[in-house]
Structure formats: C-alpha cells, structure tokens
C-alpha cells in the first residue's frame, strides 16, 4: 500500500534542479520575498527546522503558480556563540565544525525539496559576507552611532563574555542559563536608541505582524512621559533628580531612594555612623545576580543614609535611602517615595516605619494612612497638595509640571526602556571589530579599501577566558595606524552574531557583489520582505535588530523602505509526545533523514502540515505518518486509474464546455465540492492554516468516492481530467514531487509550478439550493427545494400547490403561516 515515492521524488528533485525552477530573477516584475529564518550551525537540522522551511514553502510553491517572481533564499547564521559553543563541546576548531555542520545541513535540506534558491546562499563567517558586515560597523561608526563606553554590563561567567540586555533572559543568559553577573567593562556598543521613537511609532504601520510582537516590541522600547524634579541634599545643596510620571503626588513624598549604583552617591556625603552600613549593602547589592534582586520582589530592603533631601515644592525634609529596588540605569537612578500611591514605595515605608501621606482621594472614598492596606495607584482628587487642592490627578500632572518648568525646578521628560546594543564579544569566532587603537591619534576605523580585517585561522587558542581571544594573536593585533603610520593594535572584539544576521535578508537580493554590500538597485526590487517566517523567541531581539538595521540603511541610502517585512508570522514548536522541547541532547530528537527515508518526502511534509496549525505546537507521535500516506496513496491510485481508464490526456478535453452547463449535469455536486475546495485551500494558505487545508482535500476526495458512481461513463470522461487537475494543482504546494508527477503522466510539458493556480467558479461554490420542510399543525407533511434565500410568498405559492399539502388543506381554513427561512415553513389550518 504505497506509491513508489522514492523514484518519484529523486526523480523531481534532480529534473527542478537541472531546470532551475527556483532560481530568482534579478529583474522580477511581479515580486515576492519568502523569507524563513536562516539557521544556526550549531547542531542537526531537526524536524523543528523541517516544519518551519516546508510550512515557507507552501506559500512560495503556491506564490510561484499565482504569477510571481520569487525570491526563497537560504543561509547560515554561522558565526558567533552558538556555533562556537557546540564547537568547544565537540572540540572541534569553530570553523571545521560550522563548515561541516553547514555541509551536512544542506545536504539533508536538499532531500526535503523545499524551493529554496540555492545560488542566493550566505554564510555569514565567509569574508566576502563579513567584509560587509565590518563595513556597515564603520558607516555607523562615521555617523556616531557605533561607540565605546565604560559602563556596568552583563556577564556570562559561563560564556566568558559580554552579553546584550536583549540577551540576557530573566537574569540568565540566552545560550547557556547561567546567572548573569554585572561588570564594569569598556564596549562598543550600537546606538539604537536614537531609533527608539521611530522603532516605536512604526509598530502601528505593521499591520501584517502579530499583535503580541508588537506589544513585546512596544514593552521593550518601554516609553514613558513624564518630569525631572530636582530635588537637593540638605546638607551639601547637592542636585538629587527625580524622574516621575505621578508629579501629582509629590506632596505625599515620604522619602528618597538612590540606587546602590548610581554615581550620584558619591556626592552624597554618608554621615560617618552610617558610613559602614551603607558601604556593606552597596557592596552586597553589586555582588548580586539581576536574579537574586529582582526575586526579592516581596522583600523591599535599604539602608538609610543620615541624610535628608528637600522637597522643592513643599520645602518639607524626607529621609535619603539608599534601595536594591531602584535601578540604577533607568531614569535618574533616584526615587522619590511615594508610599500613598506607590506600591513598592508602600511596602518599603511600612518595613522602616516611614510615614505615609495620603494626596489622592479616590471618587466617594476617604483614605486614611492608618487604615491603608496597600497603596491607591489610581486617579483621583488631590488633596494635602497646597495650592493644587481640589484638581482631579491628570490635570493636577499638567499644572505641576507647569509649575516646575517655571520656576525652573525641573522639565518634561521622556524616558524609553531601551538600552543601547552592546556588541562586542569576548570570543573568537565572530566577525572582528574593524577598529584600530592607536596611542597618538585613537581610535580609528580600518580604510574600507582594506576591508575584510581576516579572522585569523590556524592554530589559535580559542577557548574563552574572559579576555579576547584574539589579543594573544601577534599577527592579528599588531598593525599600523592608518592616520601616523606609528605602531598600533587592532581592536580584539568580535561582534555579536545578531549583528551579522541583520543584514542578510539584503544581501539574498544581491548574494555575490564584491564591490558593495549589496546593489541599492537589486535590493530595492526585492525589499520589503512580503512574509517573514521564525520563531517568536526573538521578538525583542533580532526582529528589533533587524528593523534598526533598515531604517538606518534607508537614512544612508541604500534602502528605500524603513520597515523590512510587511508580514511576520511565527511558527509552532515541535515538541515530543511529552511536550518536551527536541534535542539531540535529550535524545527525543526526531531527524527529518530518516523520516523521509521511511516514508518518502511528501507524506512526512503532509503529516507534518496535517499535526496542528502552523503557528501552534506539534507533539510529534510520528502517529500522522499512516493517514498522510493513505491519503497520498489515495490520490496516487486514483489519478493512476483515471489518467489510464478515461484517457486523462490535457490534449483531449476542453475545459470551457465543463465551466458553461457543469449546473445540468450528474457531476454537479462534485464539482461544486471541487470549488468550494479550492475556495477554502486558498483561503488556508494565505493564513497558512494548513492543516484544515489538508483535511478539505481529504474530503473532497470522499466526496468523489460517494458520488462517482452516479456519474454516467460519458460524462467521466469529460469531467474526471478536468478534477483531476485542479485537485493536483491543489496538492503541489504540499506535496511537491507527487503533484509534478501526476501533472506530468496526464501530458503536462511544463512544470505544475508554472501552470496557474486555480481560481474558484463564484457561482459554483454557493450551495444554491435548500430543502424546505412544510408543516402543517405541527406535522411534516412535504418537502421541496427552492433556491436559497426565496423570499415567503415564493415559498408560501410552491407549497401551497403541492399536492401533498393540498391534501391537508384543502376544506380548511388556514389561520396562519409561519416561515423559518431556508428551512421551515409553517402552516395552521383550522
Ligand atoms: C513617584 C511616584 C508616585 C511614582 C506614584 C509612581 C507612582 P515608568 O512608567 O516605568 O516610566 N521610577 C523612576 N525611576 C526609577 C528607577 N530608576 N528605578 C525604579 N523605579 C523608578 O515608571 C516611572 C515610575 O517608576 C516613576 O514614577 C518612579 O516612581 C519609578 F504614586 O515616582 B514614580
Ligand atoms: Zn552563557
Ligand atoms: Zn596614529
């Protein structure tokens, strides 16, 4: 009970390869750009992989057969941590294992059959890849947005290096979970910030993306409107700012809390009794992990300081605290305590025995400090609040912050969440920072013209220390200045693989160009990406990345858009039958090679597409495998029989005859389930439900079965061929190889994936007939069909003339008719 899918497949992968069916063209006239995420090489191509390229492949097989150029590239994220690690694992240098890794990977790629344009292929550790990358670093170091800075960062005790704040996932590191520490470092890092408004206001043009990215992506970049306040030490007269968005309960301002970090205590002068107090928490608190001070999130703890700050507006003096829960890199680093109205300011307060002012009386309630249980947050009326008594909160925010810009005490101020990107790693295997440190003239980029600044190969030690790798390479670090022409080093960083994988989806529109990253020409013909398939998981990271990387290319010129995808859509997990993410690690890794070894590459992609929606989990059982072959076999056997019985021959039929009187024949119903077939295929994979695609051809096949008997032999003839095709043309985004095959045996010359996708007949797919049951006193007495949607009088005449429903009514008198449209109607007689 199988088709002989192994000669089948070989046989179409070789012949579409040969006829380059896929390749794009430079000059698309009607384009389309399917991109899917490109890979890590840090392990197998697993089945995860598999169901994300073939799910891309459904839209660019059906996109191609609709008419369009297409563009479905493919490459490897090669450099960077991932690689690098599954490299020291194995004790592999990093490049033999990624080349290797790369070979075997598209080497099992190739078996799936996916479109993929193999000629657009980049590997992002080739130099002529990331010579580009090195030269994108220097244009956004010319425009300052590429600089170094001394700052606290995150570190991976693990990795041995650097990570950015979009990389470290709830106190732990993105690639190894380890806690991640903090240390004052000199980075280089990628101003993105200056991007943060644009980043932000351009999510509302993104309506093709998921909703939840954007709410990640607006989260992230976190905007937040609100006033500077200077406050100031009593005793030194020290400026201590504020930044808040409730100004309109500075009234009820109890105390200050300075972060243990935050500079500005070191003009704060410590009375001398409290001096080893504070000096011990400081330290403690910098010793911690983000982990362990934000999972103190019940325990809200500080030390106070023996100073008082002044509070400008009321003149009042409150105590100055130094607490873990103020962060030191939001903001001013500073807090002003609002324990009334502020819930962490509450708990904090109520574990020192602060007071506690009430200034914001919620409508038809009176707060009283002591009764409080825990803080209003809410709008309200002010009160204890001076001159602004009586004002409802938000306008009371407007007038103070007036107040405070006129009497120069402060300003408006918009504060973002984001933090610049710090880039440079701590590792070998990455794209070298083209930058030259020289001692006279500082630091300088390489000339372009002597681009790419070559990792060093051979026998280097790799392994991460915690210092750069590359700075015991002789050869590398030692250069000359490009400015003086003295001695200098090159710097001995390497960036980030996400900086790498930024700017790939422009090089696919121009893989092999030596003189230019990319030409603006090519790119612009392609740009934007029509679908972006990947995971979720780099919500916050790459897909914020990557939109920072377009919009600065546009501002230099070399894009005319400013948002690289018009659709995104994230993809499901495949997960074993437990639920358990695969690895190869775990051993519960399912590799697609053996699948479609068993079982041939067309019934693994159907089962696959067949096992859940594509944009929610898999649990992988292996169990779909039966029905997708029955369901191909099926399909195979019956185009067999029919291709030989009836003489399917496309030479010898004529599709109009079928199209103009289908409504008089016997086949009627088949082909009206034929329509609503392709009406709903079609529907399915534009939002790439694909599994309820699958199930309405596997019906529409039973429909046949019912009903193929009743069709006379005369009219088989003439309308099997004409199912056949469209069923086929139906399957090929699917299942490729099987639907070529079939195309081919019924005379086809050219690929199915040029014919031209089917399009619905309108009046087809209306089920345009309904059965009306005619009751009389409550009795069902008749039935007949009308055309749907008949209006009463029309329905009330036929059955009245019925002779079933004269029977009853005839020496009667009818007292009333009641109609239930397309189904019921009702009549009373007396
Ligand atoms: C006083 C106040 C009273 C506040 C009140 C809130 C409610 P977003 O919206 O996230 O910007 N804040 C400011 N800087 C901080 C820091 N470095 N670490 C911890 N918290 C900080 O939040 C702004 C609010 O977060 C600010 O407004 C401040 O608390 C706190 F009834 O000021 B608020
Ligand atoms: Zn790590
Ligand atoms: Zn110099």
Redesign the pocket.
């Known amino acids: 009970m199988n088709y002989p899918f192994k000669e089948i497949e070989e046989k179409w992968q070789k012949k579409w390869e040969e006829s380059k069916l896929y390749k794009a063209s430079d000059d698309p006239l009607k384009k389309f750009y399917m991109l899917v995420m490109f890979a890590y090489t840090s392990g197998d191509i697993h089945i995860g992989h598999f169901r994300n390229y073939i799910i891309g492949d459904v839209i660019a097989r059906y996109k191609m057969m609709q008419g369009y150029d297409l563009l479905y590239p493919f490459g490897w994220d090669a450099f960077g941590l991932p690689a690098e690690e599954a490299a020291i694992k194995r004790g592999e240098n990093p490049e033999k294992w990624t080349l290797k890794n790369i070979e075997n990977s598209r080497a099992t790629l190739k078996k799936t059959g996916v479109s993929f344009d193999w000629d657009r292929e980049v590997l992002t550790c080739m130099p002529d890849y990331y010579k580009w990358t090195q030269w994108i670093f220097i244009q956004l170091f010319k425009k300052k947005l590429a600089y170094r800075s001394k700052s606290l960062v995150n570190w991976c005790p693990h990795c041995n290096t650097v990570l950015a704040n979009e990389q470290v996932i709830q106190g732990e590191c993105w690639r190894c979970h380890s806690e991640v520490t903090k240390k004052e470092l000199e980075q280089w890092f990628f101003k993105i910030t200056a991007y943060a408004e644009r980043l932000l206001n351009d999510l509302d043009k993104l309506s093709g993306w998921p909703e939840n990215v954007k709410i990640m992506q607006r989260n992230w970049i976190g905007k937040?409107q609100?006033v500077e306040i200077d406050f100031k030490v009593e005793k030194t007269g020290e400026k201590l700012s504020?930044?808040?968005?409730?100004p309109d309960?500075i009234y009820g301002v109890t105390f200050m809390a300075i972060?243990p970090e935050n500079e500005l205590l070191r003009n704060v002068k410590i009375e001398p009794q409290y001096k080893k107090t504070v000096d011990d928490y400081i330290n403690k608190a910098l010793q911690k992990t983000d982990i362990e001070r934000s999972s103190l999130a019940g325990e809200k703890d500080g030390v106070f300081t023996g100073q008082y700050a002044i509070n400008p507006l009321s003149g009042e003096k409150v105590q100055l605290w130094v607490a873990e829960?103020?962060?030191a890199t939001?903001?001013t680093?500073v807090?002003?305590g609002?324990p009334g109205?502020?819930q962490r300011d509450f708990e904090f307060a109520k574990k020192y025995n602060i007071p506690i002012k009430v200034v914001i009386q919620p409508e038809g309630e009176t707060l009283s400090p002591e009764t409080m249980e825990k803080a209003y947050?809410g709008p309200g009326t002010m009160v204890n609040s001076n001159i602004f008594n009586e004002l409802w909160s938000s306008d009371g925010i407007e007038k103070i912050d007036d107040y405070i810009e006129e009497k120069n005490l402060g300003k408006r101020k918009t504060?973002f969440k984001l933090r610049d990107w710090l880039i440079s790693r701590q590792r070998y295997w990455g794209a070298p920072i083209p930058m030259i440190h020289c001692k006279k003239c500082g630091v300088l980029p390489v000339p372009e013209s002597d681009l790419p600044v070559l990792l060093p190969k051979g026998d280097i030690d790799f392994i991460p220390k915690g210092r750069s790798p590359l700075s015991d390479v002789k050869e590398f670090i030692e250069t000359t200045c490009p400015e003086c022409k003295g001695k200098a080093e090159r710097d001995p960083d390497t960036m980030d693989t996400f900086v790498c994988s930024s700017w790939y989806l422009f090089r696919y529109t121009d893989a092999h160009n030596d003189n230019e990253p990319f030409s603006r020409e090519k790119a612009n013909k392609w740009m934007p990406v029509d679908k972006y398939i990947g995971g979720i998981e780099h919500a916050t990271g790459h897909l914020l990345y990557f939109r920072f990387f377009t919009k600065f290319l546009h501002d230099i010129g070399w894009l005319n858009v400013e948002e690289p995808a018009i659709e995104l859509f994230n993809h499901g997990w495949v997960l074993d039958q437990y639920g358990e993410v695969m690895s190869k690690s775990k051993g519960n890794a399912v590799s697609p090679l053996d699948l479609m070894e068993q079982n041939g590459v067309d019934v693994s992609r159907i089962a696959v597409y067949f096992a859940a929606p594509s944009g929610k989990e898999v649990l992988w059982t292996g169990e779909g495998i039966t029905g997708a072959r029955r369901f191909l076999t099926r399909i195979y056997d019956f185009a067999k029989v029919c291709i030989d019985t009836y003489e399917v021959d496309i030479n010898k039929y004529s599709k109009s005859d079928i199209l103009s009187d289908w409504n008089t024949k016997t086949y009627k119903s088949v082909y009206r389930k034929l329509h609503q077939t392709i009406k709903k295929v079609t529907g399915d994979i534009e939002s790439l439900d694909l599994n309820t695609a699958i199930a309405s051809m596997m019906e529409l096949l039973n429909t046949l079965d019912e009903q193929l008997y009743v069709i006379p032999e005369t009219e088989r003839y003439e309308f099997l061929p004409y199912f056949i095709e469209k069923t086929t043309q139906l399957l090929a985004p699917f299942a490729p190889h099987l639907a070529e095959e079939i195309w081919q045996e019924m005379g086809h010359k050219e690929s199915i994936f040029k014919s031209e996708w089917p399009e619905y007949d309108k009046k087809a797919v209306i089920e345009d007939e309904v059965t009306i049951a005619v009751q009389i006193n409550g009795k069902l007495r008749a039935t007949f069909n009308v055309p749907m949607n008949s209006d009463q009088k029309a329905v009330e005449t036929i059955a009245l003339s019925d002779m079933k429903v004269q029977a009853y009514t005839k020496d009667k008198k009818i007292v009333k008719i009641i109609y239930v449209p397309n189904k019921i109607l009702n009549i009373v007689v007396k």
């Open positions: 937040s609100g504020v930044f808040t968005t409730r309960t972060a829960y103020v962060v939001y903001g680093g807090v002003m609002v109205h502020d947050e504060n």
